[in-house]
C-alpha cells in the first residue's frame, strides 16, 4: 500500500477485555515499531520487529502487552485484560531498514483505545 | 534514558512570520533527529530526519539544525502559514527506536 495502516481506528473496551491492534506497514519495509502515545504526551517506545524477530520489547509496560510479526509484515498488538491506564493512543512506524538509525519512520494514523 | 525536551509547549502566531521551535536531549549518543508533525486525531508525518554527522536539513520553507555536542536542535519555519499549524514533535534515535519529546503546538492566525 501506500502507507502504513492500522485497524480498528478507534476501539472502546471495557475493563477487563482482551484487545488486538493491526498494523499494515508500507511494503517491503524490514522493521516495524509500534509506540504508545498518552494524551499531550509524546509516543513513547514499545517494543520493534526487524521482519518476524522481536529483537526489542524493552517498553511493554507489563506482560499484558504482547506484540507479533508472524511473517514479517502485518503485526498485531494484543492487550489482555486492559486496565483504565491502558488508554491511548497506539501508533505503527515502519522503515526500510534494520533499526531506526539510518532512515526514517512512517508512521500510521494510530489507533485510539479507550477503556472504560 | 534519554530525555527529550521541546520549547515553547504552544506558540501563536501571525501569518508570515518566521519562527524558531527547540529541542533538547541529554544524551549526545544519538544516530539522527528526526522532527514530525501531528495533526489533530491522525499520525505523525516526518518533516526532516538529520543524521548524528550532519549539521542541517532544508526542505522547502523549513530548516532544522543539530549541535549534537550541546545536546540541541532547532526547527525553523519561514513565512509561517496557517497551514503549518499542527503539533511539531522532535525525536532522537537510539538503535531500535525513537525517543520523542513532548511537542510544541504551533497556532499560525491568519
Known amino acids: 500500500g501506500a502507507g502504513v495502516s492500522q485497524s480498528p481506528r478507534y476501539k472502546v473496551a471495557k475493563r477487563g477485555q482482551d484487545v488486538a491492534l493491526r498494523c499494515d506497514p508500507i511494503s517491503g519495509h524490514v522493521s516495524l515499531f509500534w509506540y504508545q502515545q498518552a494524551l499531550g504526551q509524546g509516543p513513547e517506545f514499545l517494543t520493534y520487529f526487524q521482519n518476524e524477530a522481536q529483537l526489542d520489547k524493552s517498553g511493554l509496560p507489563s506482560d499484558r502487552f504482547f506484540a507479533e510479526r508472524p511473517e514479517g509484515s502485518v503485526s498485531t498488538l494484543k492487550i489482555q485484560r486492559t486496565q483504565q491506564e491502558d488508554s491511548a493512543v497506539y501508533l505503527c512506524a515502519s522503515s526500510l531498514a534494520a533499526g531506526a538509525t539510518i532512515y526514517e519512520q512512517y508512521f500510521g494514523p494510530g489507533t485510539r483505545l479507550t477503556v472504560t | 534514558k534519554q530525555e527529550v525536551t521541546q520549547i515553547p509547549a504552544a506558540l501563536s502566531v501571525p501569518e508570515g512570520e518566521n519562527l524558531v521551535l527547540n529541542c533538547s536531549f541529554t544524551?549526545?549518543?544519538?544516530?539522527?533527529l528526526q522532527w514530525f508533525r501531528q495533526d489533530p486525531g491522525k499520525g505523525l508525518t516526518s518533516l526532516l530526519l538529520i543524521q548524528s554527522s550532519q549539521r542541517e536539513q532544508t526542505s522547502g520553507r523549513l530548516n532544522a539544525s543539530l549541535d549534537k555536542s550541546s545536546g540541541r536542535s532547532t526547527l525553523y519555519i519561514a513565512a509561517s502559514q496557517p497551514g503549518d499549524s499542527a503539533t511539531y514533535l522532535c525525536a532522537v534515535a537510539g538503535a531500535n527506536n525513537l525517543f520523542f519529546g513532548t511537542g510544541t503546538r504551533l497556532t499560525v492566525i491568519p
Open positions: 544524551d549526545s549518543a544519538i544516530y539522527n
